[in-house]
């Protein structure tokens, strides 16, 4: 059995957000500069900066971080004499994005190199609902804290997942929605949010279920005319994401040609909170969903913290 004597860096949110929900928050000792969630993690040392400035627009983000992949360097710095004066017993990191956390060969790199042999990789790879929570089931085995406790929280997740799939399924009205996880350039949502979409009792378009998300040309959207469209870029939250909506509307007017504009089907997700952390908030992100596509049929009280409606 696990106990707060054992050391764990997480080095991406969705990590820190599975760490705490399997009971293990204290345990955590080093962090990314992202990992915001659970409240209570401010005295957990920073492990990571972001060497792109992240207050720009998506355009700009966009353009800073093609250079440095060019020149096949990391996006994040690492604190390694930190990292070694900790000396965790595992390190909870990803091989899933490049551009969402620290790379996993940097980190075997860094482990290889300054830390004892005993401190242990977790790495998370997500595409699927069901890989996110095998990842949880995962994480639980590597720390060894498969409990009763553990298995009856990772159930009620799926638990709750099937409600909403049941009461969405009865629909007649399966709206197309397209998922937008950046701006500018245009990027539409994968891995688990076209499923999720489905689950939601909608139909999602443009992006591949179980695929990483994909760049695609404004034409594309045009041609598919989705009624329903929702913007949830990664790392943005609501504000900054409404913020730069107004600007890129008033640089492109085709977007109001789009069904979803002139029916005031926007919305706006929190995309830094929700949607984009692969653990266990996806079912919160769930709800989100089944709010915007049923509104009738579905209230979990996210709207205004999870989601807004675009023209409200």
Request: glycine fraction near 4%.
């Amino acid at each position: 059995m696990n106990n707060n004597s054992t050391k764990i860096v997480t080095l991406i949110p969705s990590a820190t957000e599975i760490v705490a929900f399997l009971g293990q928050k204290n345990s955590i000792i080093g962090r990314s500069h992202e990992c915001d969630y659970p409240h209570g993690l401010n005295h957990v040392a920073k492990l990571t900066s972001p060497k792109i400035n992240v207050d720009g627009t998506s355009a700009e983000i966009d353009k800073q971080i093609n250079i440095i992949l060019e020149n096949s360097l990391s996006v994040y710095k690492v604190d390694v004499p930190k990292l070694k004066e900790l000396n965790p017993d595992y390190i909870i990191t990803q091989a899933h994005c490049e551009v969402c956390a620290v790379s996993f060969s940097e980190v075997e790199s860094i482990v290889s190199k300054n830390l004892k042999k005993n401190t242990k990789i977790i790495s998370l790879q997500p595409n699927t609902l069901n890989d996110v929570f095998n990842d949880i089931k995962r994480v639980a085995k590597e720390l060894n804290i498969e409990n009763q406790i553990n298995n009856k929280l990772i159930k009620n997740l799926n638990e709750r997942l099937e409600r909403i799939k049941e009461l969405s399924s009865k629909q007649k009205s399966k709206p197309s929605v397209a998922c937008i996880e950046w701006i500018e350039p245009l990027m539409m949502a994968g891995n688990w949010i076209p499923e999720m979409v489905e689950i939601a009792g909608g139909t999602n378009i443009l992006g591949k279920s179980g695929k990483n998300s994909h760049w695609t040309e404004f034409e594309e959207l045009v041609k598919k005319d989705p009624e329903i469209i929702i913007f949830l870029p990664c790392g943005f939250n609501i504000e900054k994401t409404k913020y730069e909506l107004k600007n890129v509307l008033k640089k492109n007017n085709n977007w109001q040609s789009l069904k979803a504009f002139k029916n005031k089907k926007i919305f706006v997700g929190d995309g830094n909170q929700f949607f984009n952390r692969p653990g266990p908030r996806l079912l919160e992100s769930l709800e989100i969903f089944a709010e915007i596509i049923h509104p009738d049929l579905f209230n979990f009280n996210h709207k205004r913290n999870g989601w807004i409606k675009y023209y409200d």
